[in-house]
């Protein structure tokens, strides 16, 4: 809605009630860490803006009904400003314009209970900070609390809400360029000035072109033909003619001269040519490359970079990212079924007067990245099952972010032809000023003032909407409703209907493009980057049907114009002529760059004398620590790798989940269905990342990228010869001749490796410039990296294999041949010597290994990778708490060799002793070694020598490379009530096979994952959108059970359930009711849970008082998303259908950031306890209560769920509908079985029939 006067503004602040923590919490720590001590305490409060034609009463409604938690907040209405004396606030809102989801989803909340005079919304913080000055609390505000490319601040005065002018009118403006009379050195200035990122030659050639065409191009058509044109769009550099000075492929050393025209088509695309797989289904043609699965269905796969952004605004750049690559695999009609995540970052404890200018710091950096790639990841239901995290110094000012999607779609089910006359549709969300310039930004070096000249290239991001987006194309790809699809990315707009209309033409009216304000000027309608937006060529007679589907989904489609038979491009803002352009002088006429490069290996430096440097085990521990080795869990289990059920092979393995796996290994949900059917196929997804290779020969990088890559995927089961790899190249500045040196010799490396490893390349990119030029003029660029992601078939599901030692007596072997090659290792880095070489043997040393997997001889398999054999051994035995003895007296290398080198092409086995003999034969006449066994007493053992034997516990092993977490305490429980205080209720009886309703909601993401639960516990589901029930399309009283499934209900923004919640009240409250008292049965789970809570329906309204709820969900006590398997302990005394007869422990997965219980007061909590409202609580493996990590929350007396009195209506945070197969438990690998969460389901079925 447009405002057309001035109206009233109020501000809210939201307080949490317990504020204990203001001394130590994450704000306080992180400016000690940059260098702040004198921060003593730092209260933190929600700040809300609110612009409309508003009552008193409507805004204390919104208040206390949207904003507060009344169990554990409280709110200031239009607060007076003051403060004590020692005490400084800083204010922090976003910049006017900047989306604002949750500012969004309270004014939609605002309308669903009936105040539609809230116009306007917008956000920040409050911090309340104490022990520093003036000056040091706005430096904190600078450096800390607030990044100018998005936010605001203000000190120790209120700041001004940053509403966006909705009074101005629509913007018609379009300049004239002038330059058909410039000259070369006007040229070169107007593309700097306008950040066009073209060189002179290209502008020449657009010059020409207008002097052809009769007049100077238009701003639209300029910013067009440089987004087109741009680095990031086009890859120009991997087009260039390129001479090189440099050696041969195979060689190390010598200058040769070499002419190369197109690094992508003389090396990637051509090693995919000449390996000419039938399985590969679509390479380097659409967003993502597509490989066969099976014979129904195929398997898409793309990785994006988000580097820039990222490190000027690291959450929104990150956030992005995913949203990216996600529509770049719905951009090819594949559902997303895996996310990964590769990041780089510059060392985490670098002192503040070391950072560059206008830099932030790494520890924000990385902070923000992760909290970015978890908030659209799990927002979007997609686990996110496989990556790293690397640091360098190099990496400081030049964040990486990869970011990679996985699809899986029907055999024929992606159309790429526009037809003449088809409608150009735009759908999802609207367009605003974020991301201008996204795609010559991408394309730039970075200095000291990039933050604040770039800041619009920032896309802000809306989960949401991307999810509801996603469920519109599927439906649509079903019905076969359109011709072709793409995404709006780098571009936006400009990019997709460029690139969809290149061969035919279209016609656009942008003045039908949807905004989010009035004032946006044509090119910045065109080019805009704003966010969750996919471009679709659909038939006229299928335009209709389309338009149902998106309005039963929440979701905005607009026709903006026609693909048409031309061969230009025609752009209308009105009546207006804002562009018209050549499609093939567009595309095709971009000059072909001619650029030189040079490679001159550096002096190898001897490694220092064996004897100087420390013992295995001080060497060993110490390794464990390095930042690129230590364990990753803190951030792994903020990633959801649960949801979709399909995650066989696990990101932790091991007795207690902390080991690392080689990689995922997948089952789609299309198949999961085949549970009971013959072999199952499934996806192995892994990684190959080295970067401390590159520094000294980018050759042999790509050699140990690949060769790690595949090993990853071999190592859990996957079939050599169906595997497919992916390259992304991230570098600095390729117009020096060194910067592109290095990377023909990394890109010379990759074709090599793949056509000796027979793996062809699907799908790549590149970002290059990734580089800082310093206030000295001084240039800085990332060490050269190469990222390799690997996706194999694996043949059989229950042939897979996980890293932990498994039993005592197996014995221990080693594939593959270790070297002297401590160059770039983790222990001696740049002073090691010669880097890992390729390695010949490796395919066949992965075929035999295969074999072997698929025999059953294989228990354990872990890749040498990071540290090489001790870091890997000790890994193998942190994950099975078990012991290895490794004799290495009859090896004729020096131990340092021996257990650090980091060669390529190997692994280590353990198989069972009377299975060795049959194993060993596999490998005859290729390097495989027996090294030891798997012993009982939990100690790495290594025999040096007879007299030499040097024995590591194996839970220092552990300590080493986990740490400790600070949230071990267990939380005081009292004992079980000894008898039922509340009957359950009798059996219903209304149906053999009931009809079980998934309800869901906009982000809603676990509604498959309980339909598959339910249908075979042996009920019937259906999914249906809360709009179907409220517009009267379904009728709840056909269906015999109510499931309200898992995920993020509206973003979860005004707090988790909370929107929802206000749905089932306000709009189905009636219906609900009468379910209720016909005692049918509800189950809320997770998402789900948090609505019946606060839609006061658990522990039931009986328990409300003066209109409070008593009882609420809130943050966990880790204060972040967790995900990681729990048992649960099921009440004996408990009423509800759900559990009754339940004995034994259930097992399954949480995933949730507000899922810890908590009460009014004690008296509530004690009487709810002992009501037997409690259902189900948090314990150990031996039914025990104990605190985290079993209570993964921190919940009030482990509770895990609640019921109602009567019984019928259940509430719990876990995910039991996550545990429905034996293959889907954690330690399957290790023969454990049962304790599956159908039983909860089961039950309630039973309870219908």
């Not at 990296?785 to 059989?796: E, H, K, M, R, Y």
């Not at 708490?881 to 060799?897: E, F, R, S």
């Not at 009711?1073 to 658990?1098: M, Y």
């Not at 306890?1169 to 314990?1179: D, I, M, P």
């Amino acid at each position: 809605m447009f405002i057309t006067m001035t109206q009233r503004i109020a501000r809210i602040d939201v307080w949490a009630n317990d504020q204990s923590g203001v001394t130590r919490n994450r704000w306080v720590q992180a400016a000690h860490q940059l260098g702040y001590p004198q921060l003593t305490t730092c209260r933190e409060g929600r700040v809300f803006f609110l612009r409309g034609d508003f009552s008193d009463d409507d805004l204390h409604r919104i208040t206390y009904e949207l904003l507060v938690d009344p169990v554990t907040e409280s709110a200031t209405i239009n607060p007076t400003y003051g403060r004590f004396a020692g005490q400084h606030i800083i204010d922090v809102a976003f910049l006017a314009g900047v989306t604002d989801p949750v500012a969004e989803n309270l004014v939609a909340a605002a309308q669903k209970i009936g105040i539609n005079g809230l116009q306007q919304a917008t956000t920040g913080h409050t911090f309340h900070i104490e022990g520093v000055d003036q000056e040091v609390a706005t430096t904190l505000a600078h450096k800390l609390f607030h990044n100018p490319t998005i936010q605001q601040f203000s000190v120790d005065e209120p700041i001004v809400p940053p509403f966006v002018d909705q009074t101005a009118g629509a913007n018609n403006t379009v300049e004239i360029i002038s330059i058909r009379d410039l000259n070369a050195e006007s040229l070169e200035i107007l593309s700097r000035v306008r950040r066009l990122s073209l060189n002179l030659e290209e502008m020449l050639a657009i010059q020409a072109y207008y002097v052809e065409e009769g007049r100077d191009p238009t701003d639209v058509e300029l910013e067009m033909l440089a987004q087109t044109w741009s680095e990031h769009c086009v890859h120009k550099t991997f087009k260039a003619t390129i001479e090189y000075l440099g050696p041969l492929p195979h060689q190390q050393e010598g200058q040769t001269p070499q002419i190369i025209h197109g690094l992508l088509k003389t090396y990637i695309r051509r090693a995919t040519e000449e390996l000419n797989r039938s399985w590969v289904r679509s390479a380097f043609v659409d967003n993502a490359g597509i490989i066969a699965f099976d014979d129904v269905y195929d398997i898409a796969f793309k990785v994006e970079t988000h580097n820039h952004p990222s490190a000027i605004e690291p959450f929104g750049g990150a956030n992005t990212g995913v949203g990216g690559v996600i529509r770049d695999v719905l951009g090819v009609s594949a559902r997303p079924i895996a996310n990964t995540d590769v990041l780089c970052f510059g060392p985490q404890d670098i002192a503040l007067d070391d950072l560059p200018e206008g830099v932030l710091h790494p520890r924000l950096i990385a902070d923000g990245v992760i909290h970015g790639i978890e908030d659209y990841g799990n927002k979007m239901g997609i686990p996110t099952v496989n990556g790293a995290v690397l640091y360098h110094e190099g990496y400081t000012a030049n964040p990486l972010v990869y970011c990679g999607c996985v699809g899986i779609l029907p055999r024929g089910a992606n159309p790429t032809q526009v037809q003449p006359h088809d409608f150009i549709v735009v759908l999802g969300g609207r367009t605003g000023r974020d991301g201008l310039r996204g795609a010559t930004f991408s394309s730039m070096e970075m200095d000291g003032t990039t933050g604040h000249v770039a800041g619009s290239s920032v896309q802000i991001g809306h989960p949401i909407h991307e999810k509801q987006v996603q469920e519109v194309i599927l439906r649509a790809r079903e019905e076969r409703l359109y011709n072709a699809i793409t995404d709006c990315g780098a571009g936006g707009l400009s990019s997709a209907i460029g690139e969809m209309g290149a061969t035919i033409g279209a016609t656009v009216q942008l003045k039908d493009v949807p905004l989010k304000y009035r004032g946006l000027a044509p090119w910045e309608i065109w080019l805009s980057e704003a966010q969750e937006r996919m471009v679709l060529a659909v038939p006229p007679q299928h335009w209709p049907r389309l338009k149902e589907i998106v309005e039963s989904q929440d979701v905005e489609a607009v026709k903006i114009g026609t693909f048409e038979p031309t061969a230009r491009l025609l752009l209308y803002y009105g009546e207006q002529i804002v562009g018209d352009l050549d499609m093939h002088f567009l595309h095709e006429g971009i000059p072909t760059m001619h650029l030189k490069a040079v490679w001159t290996p550096d002096s190898i430096t001897q490694p220092p004398s064996f004897d100087t440097l420390p013992s295995v085990t001080e060497a060993l521990l110490r390794l464990l620590q390095h930042p690129n080795i230590r364990s990753k869990e803190w951030v792994v289990r903020r990633y959801d790798h649960e949801i979709q059920s399909g995650t066989m092979v696990k990101p932790f393995a091991g007795i207690r989940e902390q080991a690392p796996n080689n990689s995922a290994v997948l089952v789609p949900r299309e198949t999961q269905h085949q549970a009971k059917v013959g072999a199952r196929k499934g996806i192995a997804i892994g990684n190959g990342i080295c970067p401390q290779y590159g520094e000294i020969d980018p050759y042999a990088m790509a050699w140990a990228a690949i060769d790690e890559a595949i090993r990853n995927v071999v190592a859990v089961g996957a079939d050599p010869s169906q595997i497919a790899i992916l390259d992304n190249f991230c570098w600095g500045n390729p117009q020096l001749a060194d910067r592109l040196g290095s990377l023909v010799r990394c890109v010379q490396g990759c074709y090599d490796a793949a056509i000796a490893y027979g793996v062809p390349f699907i799908s790549g990119k590149d970002s290059l410039n990734n580089e800082y030029t310093a206030m000295d003029g001084s240039r800085h660029a990332i060490p050269p990296t190469l990222l390799i992601s690997a996706i194999g078939i694996v043949p059989d599901i229950q042939k897979t294999v996980t890293s932990d030692l498994k039993s005592v007596g197996n014995r221990l072997y080693q594939l593959g041949q270790t070297r002297n090659e401590l160059g770039g290792s983790h222990l001696l880095g740049k002073h090691g010597g010669t880097v890992p070489q390729p390695n010949y043997d490796a395919p066949r040393i992965f075929s035999a290994l295969h074999q072997a997997i698929q025999k059953g001889y294989v228990r354990a398999c872990h890749d040498l990778s990071e540290g090489g054999l001790a870091v890997t051994l000790a890994e193998m035995c942190i994950g099975g708490q078990l012991g290895a003895k490794v004799n290495l007296a009859a090896i004729p290398q020096h131990p340092i060799v021996t257990l650090f080198s980091e060669s390529l092409g190997r692994f280590i086995v353990e198989v069972p002793p009377n299975e060795s003999a049959a194993f060993e034969a596999l490998f005859e006449g290729l390097p495989c070694s027996y090294l030891g066994e798997v012993i009982a007493d939990p100690i790495l053992m290594f025999v040096l020598d007879q007299e030499n034997i040097e024995q590591i516990p194996v839970v220092e092993l552990t300590n080493h490379w986990k740490g400790k977490s600070p949230l071990s305490e267990a939380v005081p429980t009292p004992s079980l009530p000894t008898e039922p205080s509340l009957p359950r209720p009798p059996k219903v009886g209304l149906s053999q096979k009931p009809r079980v309703i998934i309800l869901h909601a906009n982000g809603t993401n676990r509604d498959w994952d309980a339909a598959m639960a339910i249908e075979l516990a042996g009920g019937i589901p259906e999914i249906v959108h809360i709009n179907q029930l409220i517009n009267g399309q379904q009728r709840l009283n056909d269906y015999q059970m109510l499931v309200l499934p898992g995920g993020f209900s509206y973003g979860d923004d005004l707090g988790a359930g909370v929107l929802w919640a206000k749905e089932l009240q306000y709009r189905l409250n009636d219906m609900l009711h009468e379910f209720i008292t016909n005692a049918r049965p509800i189950l809320g789970i997770c998402n789900g849970f948090q609505v019946l809570v606060k839609a006061g329906l658990l522990p039931g309204p009986e328990w409300e008082h003066d209109g409070h709820r008593p009882v609420t969900l809130t943050y966990n006590q880790s204060r972040h998303f967790e995900c990681r398997w729990v048992y649960l302990k099921p009440n004996p005394h408990s009423p509800s259908i759900f559990t009754d007869g339940l004995n034994e422990l259930i097992y399954c997965p949480v995933a949730h950031g507000e899922g810890r219980i908590a009460f009014a007061n004690d008296e509530v909590r004690d009487a709810i306890w002992n009501s037997g409202l409690v259902t189900l609580l948090y314990v150990d493996q031996n039914g025990e209560l104990l605190g985290y990590p079993y209570n993964p929350n921190g919940s009030v007396y482990n509770i895990a769920a609640l019921t109602n009195a009567q019984g019928n209506i259940m509430g719990l945070m876990p995910h039991p509908e996550n545990h429905i197969f034996p293959y889907q438990h954690p330690r399957y690998h290790r023969g454990e079985k049962g304790k599956l969460g159908l039983k909860l389901f089961e039950n309630a079925i039973r309870f219908l029939r």
